[in-house]
């Protein structure tokens, strides 16, 4: 859940082609600024060479056959991956930097991500109006264009990194993600997080009732998972909240899809309806930090600012004798971004009182895998459902 940026006027790029000078609508999703260099590249480009030219900040405008842009893509990977390639062969003698704390750990993952992001968009793909990609061998991307970005109306270039993003994100709408907590799958949109963490929401499907309780808050919804699970529980209803019209959207067609939109009313909002409720259930970004792109608001929350608000705010919404759930992890404590003594002293100012904690583990593999960077951390991290009283 969060506030979207007011759209600017469109960006474009400009390069010089067979000796004359052009411009073409610039299309990212992420956020990324037009590239102020651009250069022509096809099927002649040599790998070495497209890679010095990306990590410089020139971008590859694709001409030739699309399939080839793909295997050059991944050609990139491996090089920004320090996996092959000649254009990387001096930075390997340079010993990597060891973090003095974890803290510097996950800041020098985040940085070396970004940057990996950055160099894989530099190469650019040309679309026309109606989505339709003017290379060989291209693919008919129209729907997942329209997912993502709407009805077309004219030609724009994009980075084919975010793409194949849009084609993916497709499939994840199209196929859905199973939710063992329903017996159902949700079906994610582009732009909006995926509930791939299921240990969370056993959580909520598992923890005991306020008494009573008919009336429910689903703050920053999402998907709408959360609310279907409340509704699947026996809330008679539930108003669920959220900021981005994409989410609203994604847990309007879900919820319509498992039968249970007659119990939940979607709602526009900053975090909370001006109403009281028997519970109410917030799964805020877990982590403190800015975010990077659209869907990262999903991960990071700029200055605990959503974390906070829930906590400052909710005892106002609470119907007596309700309670405020808070589904929170701690890798943000592991990681030494926060600690527990703020989130304690953010309970207690907002006249909350500890009723009972229920703990779980990660199951998502990095949890175990210690060649990630984050790997003590992760392995250490708990995710926990707060239940929550106003004193």
Request: with cysteine; charged share 25%; net charge positive.
């Amino acid at each position: 859940m969060h506030p979207l940026p007011a759209a600017d006027a469109p960006a474009h790029i400009h390069w010089t082609e067979d000796g004359v000078e052009r411009s073409a609508r610039w299309r990212s999703e992420s956020g990324m600024p037009a590239p102020k260099k651009v250069v022509i590249a096809d099927d002649q480009t040599p790998a070495d060479l497209a890679y010095r030219l990306a990590c410089e900040g020139t971008a590859l405008l694709w001409r030739g056959d699309f399939q080839n842009a793909r295997q050059l893509l991944q050609a990139l990977a491996r090089r920004a991956d320090h996996k092959g390639g000649k254009a990387d062969k001096g930075r390997r003698g340079k010993p990597a930097r060891v973090p003095s704390s974890p803290a510097e750990a996950f800041h020098l993952h985040r940085q070396a991500q970004s940057q990996r992001a950055r160099t894989l968009a530099m190469l650019l793909i040309p679309f026309d109006a109606d989505y339709r990609i003017p290379l060989r061998r291209a693919p008919d991307v129209a729907l997942a264009c329209n997912e993502a970005y709407g009805r077309g109306e004219t030609p724009f270039v994009a980075s084919l990194r975010e793409l194949l993003g849009l084609i993916g994100a497709h499939e994840w709408r199209r196929n859905g993600v199973p939710i063992a907590a329903l017996g159902e799958k949700i079906h994610p949109h582009y732009g909006v997080f995926s509930p791939i963490r299921g240990e969370y929401l056993e959580l909520v499907a598992n923890a005991p009732l306020p008494p009573g309780a008919k009336v429910a808050f689903d703050i920053g919804t999402g998907t709408g998972v959360l609310a279907a699970l409340l509704a699947r529980r026996g809330l008679a209803h539930i108003v669920a909240t959220d900021l981005d019209p994409r989410a609203l959207s994604c847990a309007r067609e879900n919820l319509q899809r498992l039968q249970l939109d007659q119990h939940v009313e979607l709602m526009k909002a900053d975090l909370f309806p001006e109403r009281r409720a028997d519970l109410v259930v917030c799964n805020p970004p877990w982590l403190p930090g800015r975010p990077s792109s659209s869907i990262e608001y999903a991960i990071y929350d700029p200055d605990s600012r959503m974390l906070r608000g829930f906590l400052s705010r909710v005892a106002a919404h609470l119907a007596p004798g309700g309670e405020a759930w808070l589904i929170l992890s701690d890798l943000a404590e592991h990681l030494g971004l926060r600690p527990r003594s703020d989130l304690d002293a953010w309970i207690a100012a907002g006249g909350l009182q500890l009723i009972e904690r229920h703990d779980v583990r990660p199951v998502h593999p990095r949890a175990s895998d210690p060649s990630d960077p984050l790997h003590a951390a992760r392995s250490a991290e708990l995710t926990s459902l707060w239940r929550l009283r106003a004193l």
